[in-house]
């Protein structure tokens, strides 16, 4: 089904006449991701995801583990990942960014 909307995306997408075979399809798709990211970070005004997260301090918590959803709200976050904080420096979330410190940390 996905696939099928994929194809129908592309034709609308890609000149007539140069629409790929359907085994070439995923070379098709990965050119036209490449294509939008490279005019993405061609745009110096706007900072890049990792910039942005970046500014956001480490957050601190009690505990030696915390749980990282992403947002608050369910629908803007991500799995739930349970991070470990025995460590000194900031943990980070494997999927946001966040980054999370022990509040008192005794070691």
Excluded at 19 to 25: I, K, L, Q, T
Excluded at 69 to 81: F, N, Q, T, V, W
Aim: proline fraction near 8%; aromatic fraction near 4%; charge should be positive.
């Amino acid at each position: 089904m996905a696939a099928r909307g994929l194809s129908s995306l592309l034709r609308r997408t890609v000149a007539p006449g140069s629409f790929p075979s359907p085994g070439n399809s995923r070379a098709l798709s990965t050119a036209l991701i490449s294509e939008h990211t490279a005019k993405w970070m061609q745009d110096t005004s706007k900072k890049s995801p990792m910039e942005l997260i970046n500014e956001v301090p480490p957050i601190k918590v009690e505990g030696r583990i915390v749980a990282c959803e992403g947002d608050s709200d369910p629908a803007l976050g991500h799995p739930i990942e349970f991070i470990c904080l025995d460590l000194k420096a900031p943990a980070v979330c494997k999927y946001c960014g966040l980054r999370y410190v022990q509040r008192n940390h005794h070691h």
